[in-house]
């Protein structure tokens, strides 16, 4: 405990500009690309998950414009968490906190997951035989090797999400103009693929239904705030790299879905493993599977690298405050990274991502994801009550208050019900567990954690109070 | 108001905090999986000899579906005739309603309670 009690106090460094944001943002986000947003069309076919993709954009707008306004004033590790601890209170930032925790230390589970199974099935197409691949060694490895590289250090870190997702995102847009017929004959084939039955094959519940993984289309966009302390000017940085990160992905989004949705039956790509490889497969071409491939690889890589850098921020400020053993709240004293944090969190990952089904896996990611958008609206409301316009000074004030956040509420109640359509044992199940945790944490673990010494902020007293 | 201090946890005391979090959530997250209650009711329909018309396939539906690997309909057949139940009742759709709304309530009602300490130490009274 003396060492923590001595390193806790060595802030993060600031090293970060505006290019990581939008790395860091999109690069965990942009493997909902490259997997994941296709159980979309399984639960309510190709129109239902474009429109879902659309109503996800909307969402993640709303987010964004939200959560810009009060990162741009809340610049500290923990994102959101530390928004709840100075705007709504510590309870709800306990398990606003534990939504970042476990919504990126699920995803990161996925993305190990699918980088096993795209190895299995690289292996499998060189002829080795199909399914024998030992899939275990690849997704443990990736997930340590990822591990180090964030104990090691946050610029490093980043810059190298930077470049793959780079390539990750050009694998994209190359697949896309490559299949388009712009340059040449086009291999899609929408009105073919997507006719009678197949066109709405739920009927308008199965729009409402593909709203659950129409979120993983752009779900962690809102972890660019996790970096608010580490970010060399967070007013301007912060909401310039989270909007050009949630513009990016609907472009992104928009272009997988049409290129995917050309060349494969609802069916298969409702259920496919790494569906932009399946269709980079399918355009004949090898210079696009191989292209696709390692931007799959890459993609899953970053956004990996994105989840164990949020995570560890989140459980680290948690530890910080003490709402969590303060043995989690040191900084190295080299690297100046959450390292306990980082470290703690392996082993989670590796229970999920080598014994749960990956859409188990997702919907967990998504659901504490949607709790976490149900408090945005909550807080905006709060905090512009608390501090008007006129109280402190914004980086950012988002337009139309309060309308982006009675929409951003409506569309998570309908999101609620898609979950309900399908998964409602999962969802009753995560929110009876955090009603137990917040009464294991109101009743027990707050006595450890001082009263006043949370409010870190320079703000004024709140209205009200 | 006077200052709150909060006691030190010791070492084992923040262990066993650590292990029920970790058994809370991976319970959680598990119980469902182990019971067999998790996951999506999406179940195939059995087809007796199935033929790429009889599920439903037209010429270019069936092209992709060789492309992608599967040479005849009783391989993909599966994978085509699956289809979720989004069949439900309203009282569960009620018990749901009740529980996420009843779990935000807590969350605000407790949440205003520690607010309030918090700032009345931070600002005063």
């Given amino acids: ?465 | 108001m006077a200052k709150y201090v909060a006691p030190v946890q010791g070492k084992v005391g923040q262990i066993i905090d650590v292990i029920v979090l970790l058994i809370m959530a991976i319970g959680a997250l598990y119980i469902p999986l182990w019971m067999g209650l998790a996951g999506s009711s999406k179940d195939p329909q059995p087809v007796e000899n199935p033929t790429w018309e009889s599920l439903g396939q037209n010429p270019a539906m069936v092209e992709q579906w060789e492309k992608l690997g599967y040479s005849d309909a009783a391989s993909a057949a599966e994978l085509i005739t699956a289809r979720f139940d989004y069949s439900f009742s309203i009282t569960a759709l009620i018990v749901m309603i009740v529980v996420i709304v009843g779990y935000y309530a807590i969350l605000l009602r407790f949440s205003e309670k520690e607010y309030r300490e918090v700032i009345a130490e931070k600002f005063g009274e």
């Avoid at chain 1, 997507?194 to 289309?217: E, R």
């Avoid at chain 1, 310039?240 to 949705?261: P, Q, R």
């Avoid at chain 1, 490889?277 to 994105?306: E, P, Y």
């Avoid at chain 1, 945005?376 to 004030?397: A, D, H, T, V």
């Fill in chain 1, 1 to 465: 405990m003396a060492q923590a009690q001595t390193t806790e106090h060595v802030g993060l460094a600031r090293v970060l500009g505006p290019a990581h944001i939008w790395a860091l943002g999109v690069g965990i986000v942009l493997v909902g690309e490259y997997m994941g947003w296709n159980f979309s069309v399984g639960k309510g076919g190709a129109y239902a998950a474009l429109m879902a993709c659309w109503f996800a954009g909307i969402l993640y707008t709303c987010v964004a414009m939200i959560d810009s306004e009060v990162t741009s004033t809340v610049a500290a590790a923990g994102g959101q968490y530390t928004q709840a601890k100075h705007i709504v209170g510590p309870l709800m930032a306990f398990n606003v906190g534990l939504y970042l925790v476990f919504a990126y230390t699920m995803l990161e589970a996925a993305n190990a997951i699918t980088f096993g199974f795209l190895i299995d099935t690289v292996a499998t197409m060189s002829g080795h035989e199909a399914g024998s691949l030992d899939q275990r060694p690849f997704i443990i490895l990736a997930i340590m090797f990822l591990a180090w590289l964030n104990y090691r250090g946050v610029l490093a870190t980043l810059t190298f999400n930077l470049v793959i997702t780079a390539i990750a995102f050009t694998a994209v847009i190359v697949l896309f103009l490559s299949t388009s017929g712009i340059f040449t004959d086009s291999p899609l084939r929408h009105t073919e693929l997507m006719s009678g039955p197949a066109a709405m094959p739920y009927g308008w519940l199965g729009v409402l239904a593909a709203m659950h993984f129409g979120l993983w289309y752009y779900l962690g966009i809102e972890g660019t705030t996790q970096a608010a302390e580490e970010v060399r000017s967070p007013a301007r940085s912060l909401p310039f790299g989270t909007l050009a990160g949630v513009m990016t992905l609907a472009i992104a989004a928009t272009l997988t879905w049409y290129v995917c949705s050309g060349l494969m039956p609802w069916e298969y790509l409702g259920q496919a493993g790494v569906p932009l490889f399946d269709a980079a497969r399918l355009s004949g071409s090898t210079f696009l599977m191989v292209f696709l491939g390692i931007g799959t690889m890459f993609a899953t890589l970053a956004s990996a690298n994105g989840c164990i850098n949020d995570a560890s921020r989140a459980w680290f400020a948690m530890g910080r405050d003490r709402y969590l053993p303060g043995w989690f709240g040191a900084v190295h004293p080299r690297y100046r990274t959450p390292y306990r944090a980082i470290i703690f969190l392996v082993p989670i990952a590796l229970i999920f991502a080598l014994g749960a089904p990956i859409d188990q896996v997702i919907t967990f990611s998504i659901l504490s994801g949607l709790l976490e958008y149900t408090f945005m609206p909550l807080n905006i409301i709060l905090f512009r009550r608390k501090w008007p316009l006129e109280s402190i000074n914004r980086g950012y004030e988002h337009p139309f208050h309060p309308l982006p956040a009675y929409v951003l509420l409506g569309l998570c109640g309908m999101t609620f019900f898609a979950v309900f359509l399908g998964y409602g044992t999962q969802l009753v199940a995560m929110i009876a567990f955090y009603i137990v945790v917040s009464l294991w944490f109101h009743f027990w673990r707050y006595r450890f954690v001082n009263r006043g010494a949370q409010f870190t902020m320079p703000w004024p007293k709140p209205r009200g109070y």
